[in-house]
C-alpha cells in the first residue's frame, strides 16, 4: 500500500486492514521519494519531501474481500500553507496512474482524517494546500491606518487645489491635482480591494471546509482559486500605480525645466500633452500585459493566476526559475526603476542648484533660511516619491530584517497623501490666511452659549462671504505676494514652481 504524503514531515498514520485467519505475514516498505509512481495527471508543485509506504500480505495474494481503513493526521507548516483538500487514490496498474475507483474519505474525529478503500491494492492520499502568506497584525493596521491619513489628506490638497487654481495659473498644479487623484484612487482600492474574498475559507487546521463527497484527483498538490473580481482589482491597482509613478515622473521634468532651463519655455499644449502621458501610457502598458498573458494561457481556466497572486489582489510573485517571464518584473519593477532613477537624478540637480543655493534668476532677493531649504527639500522628495527605493530594501532573504525595512517602508509611502498635504498644502499662506479665518469663526462661535437673531444673521453672513471669496482667493495672494523688494506682482511660471515647493 504505497502512501504519499506531500508534506516535510511524515504525517501521523494508523492503517486498520482486517486479515484473514490464513495470513502468514504482513510487511512494509518505506519509499524516500515517488520516482516509481510518476503520475501524468497529479504534478506536485512544491518542495514538499514525498514518502511512498507499501505493504505486502501472504506472498502479494490479494484478497477482494478486504478493505483497508487509513486514519491520518498531516502535519506540515501551517505558518506557510494551508490543508485544502485531499483524495483518497490507489495505483491502477493497467494506466500506470493513480485512480479513485472503490476509495472514499471520511470525516475524522480529534482533527484527524480518514480514507477507506474496499479493495488492498496500492493506494495512497493524494493532498492539495493553499499558500498562506501571514503577516504581522500590526503591520496590516499599521498600513490601513496610514493610508487612511492619505486619503484624508490627498482628498483636502485636491478640494484647495482646485478651488485656488486661479491663483497659481501654472501646469505645477494640474501635475500635483493628478498626481493625487491617482494617488487617491490608488489608496482606497488597497484599502478596500487588496485582500482576496477567497481567502482563508479554510483555516489552518480545520478540516470541517474540505468538501469530503468530492474525490476527484487533483491536478496539483497546491490549489489556487479563480476570482475574476481579485483580478479585476489587481489590474486597477496594477493601473493606478503605474499612474502615480508616471505623473511623480512628469512632475520631475517639469521641475526641471522651469527651474534649471527656465529660459526655455514650456511647449505649447504642454498640459494636454502631459496628460495623455500620465494616464495613457500605464493604460497600455497593463493592456499589453493582460494580453500577453491571456493570449498565452487563455485556455486556462486558471490564467489570471498567472498575472496576480492568490491571497492578495497584487501582480504574482515570480518563481526563481521564471523570473524573466514575470509580469511583476516588466510591467512594473523596471518601468518604476527606470522612473525612480530619473527622479533621483532630477532631485538631486534641483536640491544642488536651486534649493540649496541661491538663484540668480528668481525675482525673489530674500534669504531663506536653512529649515526652509530642509522643507523644501523634503516638498520636493516626497512629490517624486523618493521614498519608494526603500521597497529593494524589502528584497533581502533575511525576514527578521524584512520585517524591520518593512515598518519603514510603511511609515513613508502609506502616510506619502498627509506628507503632500502638510508639505503643499498647510504650509502656503493661502491656506493659513483662511484656516486662520475659519477657526475665528469657530471660536467666535463657541464662545458665546446663546446668540441673539442679529448675531446669528451676522455669522451667517460672514460665512456666506468668505465661502464666495474662495473663487477669488488670487486677490488675496497677490497681496500677500506683495512686499517692497518685488518689482512685479505678476510671478513668472518659474517663479510660481519655485513658491510651490
Same mark, same amino acid.
Not at 22 to 43: P, W
Not at 192 to 195: D, L, Q, R, S, V
Not at 263 to 287: E, T
Given at each position: 500500500?504505497?502512501?504519499?504524503?506531500?508534506?516535510?514531515?511524515?504525517?501521523?498514520?494508523?492503517?486498520?486492514?482486517?486479515?484473514?485467519?490464513?495470513?502468514?505475514?504482513?510487511?512494509?516498505?518505506?519509499?524516500?521519494?515517488?520516482?516509481?509512481?510518476?503520475?501524468?495527471?497529479?504534478?506536485?508543485?512544491?518542495?514538499f519531501?514525498?514518502?511512498?509506504?507499501?505493504?505486502?500480505?501472504?506472498?502479494n495474494?490479494?484478497?477482494?474481500?478486504?478493505?483497508?481503513?487509513?486514519?491520518?493526521s498531516?502535519?506540515?507548516?501551517?505558518?506557510?500553507f494551508?490543508?485544502?483538500s485531499?483524495?483518497?487514490?490507489y495505483?491502477?496498474?493497467?494506466?500506470?496512474?493513480?485512480?479513485?475507483?472503490?476509495?472514499?474519505?471520511?470525516?475524522?474525529?480529534?482533527?484527524?482524517?480518514?480514507?477507506?478503500?474496499?479493495?488492498?491494492?496500492?493506494?495512497?492520499?493524494?493532498?492539495?494546500?493553499k499558500?498562506?502568506?501571514?503577516?504581522?497584525?500590526?503591520?496590516?493596521?499599521?498600513?490601513?491606518?496610514?493610508?487612511?491619513?492619505?486619503?484624508?489628506?490627498?482628498?483636502?490638497t485636491?478640494?484647495?487645489?482646485?478651488?485656488?487654481?486661479?491663483?497659481?495659473?501654472?501646469?505645477?498644479?494640474?501635475?500635483?491635482v493628478?498626481?493625487?487623484?491617482?494617488?487617491?484612487?490608488?489608496?482606497?482600492?488597497?484599502v478596500?480591494?487588496?485582500?482576496n474574498?477567497?481567502?482563508?475559507?479554510?483555516?489552518?487546521?480545520?478540516?470541517?471546509?474540505?468538501? +469530503?463527497?468530492?474525490?476527484?484527483?487533483?491536478?496539483?498538490?497546491?490549489i489556487?482559486?479563480?476570482?475574476?473580481?481579485c483580478?479585476?482589482?489587481a489590474?486597477?491597482?496594477?493601473?493606478?500605480?503605474?499612474?502615480?509613478?508616471?505623473? !511623480?515622473?512628469? !512632475?520631475?521634468?517639469?521641475?526641471?525645466?522651469?527651474?534649471?532651463?527656465?529660459?526655455?519655455?514650456?511647449?505649447?499644449?504642454?498640459?494636454?500633452?502631459?496628460?495623455?502621458?500620465?494616464?495613457?501610457?500605464?493604460?497600455?502598458?497593463?493592456?499589453?500585459?493582460?494580453?500577453?498573458?491571456?493570449s498565452q494561457?487563455?485556455?486556462?481556466?486558471?490564467?489570471?493566476?498567472?498575472?496576480?497572486?492568490?491571497?492578495?489582489?497584487?501582480?504574482?510573485?515570480?518563481?526563481?526559475?521564471?523570473?524573466t517571464?514575470s509580469?511583476?518584473l516588466?510591467?512594473?519593477i523596471?518601468?518604476?526603476?527606470?522612473?525612480?532613477i530619473?527622479?533621483?537624478?532630477?532631485?538631486?540637480t534641483i536640491s544642488?542648484?536651486?534649493?540649496?543655493?541661491?538663484n540668480q534668476?528668481l525675482?525673489?532677493?530674500?534669504?531663506?533660511?536653512?529649515?526652509?531649504?530642509?522643507?523644501?527639500?523634503? !516638498?520636493?522628495?516626497?512629490? +517624486?516619491?523618493?521614498?519608494?527605493?526603500?521597497?529593494?530594501?524589502?528584497l533581502?532573504?533575511?525576514?527578521?530584517?524584512?520585517?524591520?525595512?518593512?515598518?519603514?517602508?510603511?511609515?513613508?509611502?502609506?502616510?506619502?497623501?498627509?506628507?503632500?498635504?502638510?508639505?503643499?498644502?498647510?504650509?502656503t499662506?493661502?491656506?493659513?490666511?483662511?484656516?486662520?479665518?475659519?477657526?475665528?469663526?469657530?471660536?467666535?462661535?463657541?464662545?458665546?452659549?446663546?446668540?441673539?437673531?442679529?448675531?446669528?444673521?451676522?455669522?451667517?453672513?460672514?460665512?456666506?462671504?468668505?465661502?464666495?471669496?474662495?473663487?477669488?482667493?488670487?486677490e488675496? +495672494?497677490?497681496?500677500?505676494?506683495?512686499?517692497?523688494?518685488?518689482?512685479?506682482?505678476?510671478?513668472?511660471?518659474?517663479?510660481?514652481?519655485?513658491?510651490?515647493?
Open positions: 500500500m504505497p502512501v504519499e504524503m506531500l508534506f516535510k514531515k511524515l504525517l501521523l498514520l494508523l492503517i486498520m486492514m482486517p486479515l484473514q485467519r490464513n495470513s502468514k505475514a504482513c510487511g512494509f516498505v518505506v519509499y524516500q521519494n515517488d520516482k516509481l509512481f510518476q503520475s501524468k495527471t497529479f504534478t506536485a508543485k512544491s518542495n519531501s514525498q514518502k511512498i509506504i507499501s505493504s505486502k500480505t501472504d506472498e495474494e490479494q484478497d477482494q474481500s478486504a478493505s483497508v481503513d487509513m486514519v491520518f498531516p502535519r506540515y507548516n501551517q505558518r506557510e494551508q490543508l485544502y485531499y483524495a483518497c487514490v495505483w491502477n496498474l493497467s494506466t500506470r496512474d493513480w485512480d479513485t475507483y472503490g476509495c472514499q474519505k471520511h470525516k475524522g474525529t480529534d482533527g484527524f482524517l480518514r480514507c477507506h478503500c474496499n479493495h488492498t491494492t496500492n493506494f495512497a492520499v493524494l493532498m492539495t494546500f499558500k498562506d502568506y501571514q503577516y504581522p497584525e500590526s503591520l496590516d493596521v499599521f498600513s490601513n491606518v496610514g493610508c487612511a491619513l492619505s486619503i484624508t489628506g490627498l482628498a483636502l485636491i478640494v484647495f487645489q482646485i478651488v485656488t487654481r486661479k491663483v497659481r495659473k501654472t501646469s505645477v498644479t494640474w501635475v500635483l493628478n498626481l493625487c487623484i491617482s494617488m487617491l484612487i490608488f489608496n482606497l482600492l488597497f478596500f480591494g487588496i485582500e474574498s477567497n481567502k482563508n475559507k479554510t483555516s489552518d487546521g480545520d478540516i470541517h471546509d474540505i468538501d +469530503f463527497k468530492n474525490n476527484d484527483v487533483p491536478q496539483t498538490d497546491t489556487n482559486i479563480p476570482n475574476p473580481t483580478t479585476a482589482i489590474a486597477l491597482l496594477h493601473y493606478f500605480l503605474l499612474v502615480t509613478f508616471t505623473w !511623480s515622473a512628469l !512632475s520631475a521634468a517639469q521641475l526641471y525645466f522651469l527651474l534649471i532651463r527656465t529660459m526655455k519655455p514650456l511647449p505649447r499644449h504642454f498640459i494636454l500633452f502631459i496628460s495623455l502621458i500620465g494616464w495613457g501610457v500605464p493604460a497600455i502598458v497593463v493592456a499589453i500585459t493582460v494580453g500577453v498573458i491571456y494561457n487563455g485556455k486556462n481556466p486558471q490564467w489570471e493566476l498567472d498575472y496576480r497572486q492568490e491571497t492578495i489582489c497584487w501582480l504574482a510573485i515570480p518563481e526563481p526559475d521564471g523570473v517571464k509580469p511583476l516588466w510591467s512594473f523596471v518601468p518604476v526603476t527606470i522612473i525612480l530619473s527622479n533621483v537624478v532630477i532631485f538631486i544642488i542648484k536651486v534649493l540649496w543655493k541661491n534668476n525675482t525673489s532677493t530674500k534669504k531663506v533660511s536653512s529649515m526652509r531649504k530642509i522643507v523644501s527639500t523634503l !516638498s520636493v522628495a516626497v512629490v +517624486f516619491g523618493i521614498t519608494w527605493i526603500l521597497a529593494y530594501l524589502m533581502v532573504n533575511d525576514d527578521s530584517i524584512r520585517i524591520i525595512f518593512s515598518y519603514i517602508f510603511c511609515l513613508f509611502n502609506t502616510t506619502q497623501g498627509l506628507q503632500i498635504f502638510f508639505l503643499h498644502t498647510v504650509r499662506k493661502i491656506f493659513q490666511t483662511e484656516a486662520s479665518k475659519v477657526l475665528t469663526l469657530l471660536s467666535s462661535i463657541g464662545g458665546k452659549k446663546s446668540l441673539s437673531s442679529v448675531t446669528r444673521l451676522r455669522l451667517r453672513i460672514r460665512m456666506y462671504n468668505f465661502l464666495r471669496s474662495l473663487p477669488t482667493l488670487h488675496h +495672494f497677490r497681496l500677500l505676494e506683495t512686499s517692497p523688494s518685488t518689482e512685479d506682482i505678476t510671478l513668472s511660471e518659474s517663479d510660481k514652481a519655485k513658491q510651490s515647493i
